[in-house]
């Protein structure tokens, strides 16, 4: 049987499910069970002669029989699920202690008890609270530990201040008047967060259905806590009870019931999208009735529970995108009116986080509707913000609702492709130009970088074996591969789409216990896991073909990167890498170009300078280390190190052919105009704002040019001078000009003080460096007596201090830091922070060895100090050049070894110190930087890239 025909018959009982849910929005889910409401549920009591008796014992004895060895219970996929989990097990266990109809003992149920208590303090005492971002975790867990804390069970942990102070934040955005609104608000899903601070008696109102929010476990505290009994409530707990029990056996509770429009909409949306239609399942256009029941019930809104539940961005979006699917046009409109924000779409109000995936599906439905040029603005608001998300270091590429990346960058390729469609079918004419040749170019093919390169051998992707996130891969491959850039290139997109659906293919069963999307508790949504999945057998390759327009608006020198490709397959510390990553790789730096040459503006104006050859050289190389050590920065990180490391390249050859080719008293001023610049300022607090200045894409990268007629101090002040202002006056005003682009960075504002000092420490350093370096030249090597001395003092101290600070090394890894950090970076040991500036001495004096090293002979020709010049290198005043070149070089290579083996052993003892994070921002930095160092180091072994005077 044909793959398509087998798909379409796997597919006929979700289209059954879709019919199934006609005129019945309040009772239709199938999601995996769940133990933290199964709990809640257990604890049910009705009022009355037996109220020791159990409503629904078959629940608790579910709890009962799921309990561990351990004492706790199951984890799913994240440590905060068996602390929800064990958290709500054990509250039942105290609750239920004394209940007449279980057939287990009290010194049972007791013992039970102890081993959950201990267990439990194991895993609180081990949590990272700042990694958590289950649905309402920061109130729900708060308010059992207090209700266990009444039951005389108490806990402590490290984690239990952070988690506090989230709570509080939260707390104290919610009005009490919330409650007495006529309609639920997401609140009232974890309507168990707030007992004891609001009376369950008037929340009658908020029952739909007889459910609390559609969560089991808020019905079920409502009516625990509720001095008044609600017969509709208990209803819609005795039909879930009777709904998830399958031929006499209870399965459990699921964390939502009902969730008819999530279930309904992402199943349809998703066969519709990829290779499903009407014709071939005439069922699907059911979906056009149960669309209407939601939007004839909300206004034109979608909810993801019943038809009179809370409605949502995502599920709104989801429900216009199938009806436009179905061939029913459907505009926006409500959708925008209802959910647009300031940068991007909110889910819901009083959300935490923004959605990304949300964004993603709201400009889905915002492109397919009618006439979708009338939407431009909130379009690029949505692109821009799925954009921001994927470049910069301080949004994350995540989702709140599924713990896998690959699912945002599945509904981030369906979209951003979709919107690129659109534009080359000329029906976005209007988008605005710096999306459509600059970013979108740049993002979407770092996705298919990323997805390619987190394929497993076995052709699955995701961090265990899984169908489902492998779906999530094929089908983000088959929007991708529709881009005409890669030429070639887009054979090894395909295969890995076969290799995948090989995976698929050869599995024994599609599994329903995928625990990969996120509510109070990880759980599987399993008709919506396998509608992903067949859709990925089912989905066309490519999904669009795309004309001239794009395919010219890409276009890359072919012949430029074959050139670069033959030079870094050739490199030692490359040749292992497989050719098509290095190929990616320098397109990749291509099209990173782009924007680098919109920023590329000469602060250091000098006449008679010779073409940088590093030019194209700085945004192949990051491209390259960053894919092939697989350290995946953030593209914004990789962009603003190539224009800090642009600009070092552009500072080094001002120092030396500018400051250089003056005489002593001026060299020697420009140490003391270096240290006045950095007596104005203090960590690029106090930057200056030029009028009339140009800047790189407004600030981007921080860089701003002063105007040839303005000197500036960077303390914010700019003195007009005239036009023929003096040398000193000139330096003062380039080298501010440097200092103000490393620190008025936009990112380095933003981050961590401490970290921000050492930046403008290192900076500091860096420059003084730069100066020391051509007086100790001219000194040393003739540069005004002509006659060749050999420098003072040992080569030891210079190459760690002056050398090692003139090798920028130090300068970039501060500037890095200060990049890839969140926000708010947790506190680092004195340890820790030690061993990271320990490795960036050996980084940069191992840097500055390997070029000088390979730029012994330039050295030479423009008289620059060299390491080799020093006495340990067999040259001095009396018997110079005793050591030959050869000599020298395998001196000084095994320093090198000695540096590496330091940086090996000091990266190792790191690792260790800092096993226990979940997050490694430093060692993940120094371990690309010092791949990156690599690259350079082969390079400079084959050619000495710098420029000439």
């Known amino acids: ?17 879709l019919k199934s849910a006609v005129n019945n929005t309040q009772a239709v889910g199938e999601q995996t069970t769940v133990i933290y409401d199964t709990a809640w549920v257990s604890m049910v009591r009705k009022p009355g002669p037996s109220q020791d ?64 208590v201990q267990h ?13 971002d289950h649905v309402g975790f920061e109130i729900v867990i708060p308010s059992i530990l207090k209700l266990l804390a009444e039951e005389g069970i108490e806990f402590e942990f490290p984690g239990y201040t952070q988690l506090m102070t989230l709570n509080r934040a939260k707390l104290s955005k919610i009005p009490y008047s919330v409650w007495s609104k006529p309609m639920q608000t997401t609140l009232t899903h974890s309507l168990e967060s707030f007992i004891g601070q609001v009376s369950f008696d008037e929340l009658e109102h908020l029952l739909v259905y007889g459910s609390m929010g559609s969560s089991p476990a808020a019905t079920s505290a409502y009516l625990i806590y509720s001095s008044k009994w609600n017969s509709d409530a208990e209803t819609y707990l005795r039909q879930l009870v009777a709904n998830r029990t399958r031929d006499g056996i209870f399965i459990g509770i699921p964390t939502m019931f009902p969730s008819t429009g999530f279930e309904t909409l992402w199943v349809a949306s998703t066969l519709l999208e990829y290779g499903f239609d009407a014709q071939r399942l005439p069922d699907l256009a059911s979906m056009v009735g149960i669309t209407s029941e939601f939007f004839d019930a909300q206004d034109g809104l979608a909810s993801g529970f019943s038809n009179l539940s809370v409605p949502d961005a995502d599920d709104t979006a989801k429900a216009i995108l199938v009806r436009n699917l179905l061939g029913v046009p459907t505009t926006p409109e409500k959708l925008i009116a209802r959910f647009e924000g300031s940068d991007h779409f909110l889910t819901y109000g009083m959300e935490r986080h923004p959605s990304l995936t949300t964004n993603c599906n709201v400009l889905s439905a915002m492109l397919e509707s009618p006439e979708p040029a009338q939407w431009i603005d909130q379009i690029e608001k949505c692109a821009r913000f799925l954009i921001a998300s994927w470049t910069r270091p301080d949004m994350p590429f995540t989702d709140k609702w599924n713990i896998s990346e690959l699912y945002p960058t599945m509904l981030v390729s369906e979209a951003l492709i979709r919107l690129v469609k659109l534009w080359d079918d000329g029906m976005l004419s209007n988008l605005a130009d710096d999306l459509i040749e600059r970013d979108l170019p740049l993002v979407l093919f770092q996705l298919i970088m990323r997805i390619l390169q987190k394929q497993q051998t076995n052709g699955s992707w995701g961090h ?73 057998m089912a989905a066309k390759y490519p999904k669009y073909t795309l004309s001239h327009s794009f395919t010219e608006l890409v276009s890359l020198p072919r012949k430029g990167i074959e050139q670069y490709v033959r030079l870094y397959s050739g490199l030692p510390c490359l040749i292992d890498a497989p050719l098509w990553r290095i190929q990616g790789s320098v397109i990749e730096g291509y099209l990173h170009m782009r924007k680098l040459q919109q920023v590329r503006i000469d602060m250091f104006g000098r006449p008679n300078m010779k073409k940088d050859d590093y030019f194209e050289f700085i945004a192949m190389t990051f491209a390259c280390a960053n894919n092939l050590r697989g350290a995946f920065l953030k593209a914004s990180v990789i962009f603003e190190m190539m224009v800090m490391v642009l600009r070092v390249y552009q500072v080094d050859e001002y120092v030396e052919h500018v400051i250089g080719g003056q005489s002593g008293a001026h060299v020697e001023e420009s140490k003391k105009i270096v240290d006045r610049i950095f007596q104005r300022t203090h960590s690029g607090h106090n930057c200056p704002s030029f009028k009339n200045s140009t800047s790189s894409n407004k600030h981007t990268n921080g860089y701003v040019k002063p105007t040839k007629d303005h000197v500036s101090d960077v303390d914010g002040e700019v003195k007009p001078t005239s036009r023929d202002m003096d040398v000193s006056n000139n330096i003062h005003h380039d080298l501010s000009a440097f200092v103000c682009s490393i620190l008025c960075n936009p990112f380095v504002r933003a981050a961590k003080e401490s970290d921000r000092d050492l930046l403008a420490y290192e900076l500091h350093q860096c420059l003084l460096a730069h100066v020391t370096q051509i007086e100790d030249s001219k000194q040393f090597l003739g540069g005004e007596t002509l006659q060749r001395l050999v420098p003072k003092g040992s080569f030891y101290n210079w190459v760690r201090t002056t050398a090692a600070s003139h090798s920028c090394a130090p300068l970039s890894l501060a500037f890095l830091r200060c990049l890839s950090a969140k926000l708010k970076r947790r506190s680092t040991s004195p340890l820790e922070q030690y061993l990271v500036q320990d490795l960036w001495t050996h980084f940069s004096t191992k840097a500055r060895m390997e070029n000088d090293r390979a730029s012994l002979r330039r050295d030479r020709k423009e008289k620059n100090l060299n390491s080799l010049d ?80």
């Open 464 to 536: 265990k074996p899984s169908l489902e996130m492998t779906a999530y891969a094929i089908i983000a491959l088959t929007n991708l591969g529709s881009l005409p850039f890669f030429g070639h290139f887009s054979i090894h997109v395909k295969a890995a789409v076969e290799r995948g659906r090989i995976y698929i293919q050869l599995a024994e069963r599609i599994p329903d216990n995928e625990y990969i999307w996120i509510a109070k508790t990880m759980y599987s949504p399993i008709l919506i896991s396998k509608a992903y999945i067949l859709s990925a």
């Open 53 to 116: 008796e159990l409503l629904f014992p078959e629940c608790f004895q579910f709890i009962l029989d799921h309990q561990l060895p351990h004492g706790g219970w199951a984890s799913y996929d994240a440590p905060i699920d068996g602390i929800m989990n064990t958290l709500g097990a054990l509250l039942a266990l105290k609750k239920n202690v004394n209940v007449s109809n279980l057939h287990l003992g009290r010194e049972e149920l007791l013992c039970r008890t102890s081993r959950a």
């Open 870 to 949: 020093f006495p340990e290198f067999g040259n001095d005043t009396k018997a110079l050049g005793i050591a030959s070149d050869k000599q020298q070089k395998a001196a000084l290579s095994s320093i090198v070894e000695y540096e590496r083996r330091c940086i090996e052993y000091g990266l190792g003892t790191l690792e260790k110190v800092t096993a226990a994070e979940s997050e490694r921002p430093d060692l993940e930095a120094l371990k690309f930087y010092g791949f990156l160092c690599d690259i350079y180091s082969d390079v400079y072994a084959m050619k000495d890239i710098s420029c000439e005077r």
């Open 120 to 132: 439990l303090q194991h895993e609180l005492e081990a949590w990272d609270v700042s990694t958590a």
């Open 1 to 17: 049987m044909a793959v398509i025909d087998t798909v379409l018959e796997e597919s006929a009982p979700l289209v059954a499910f």
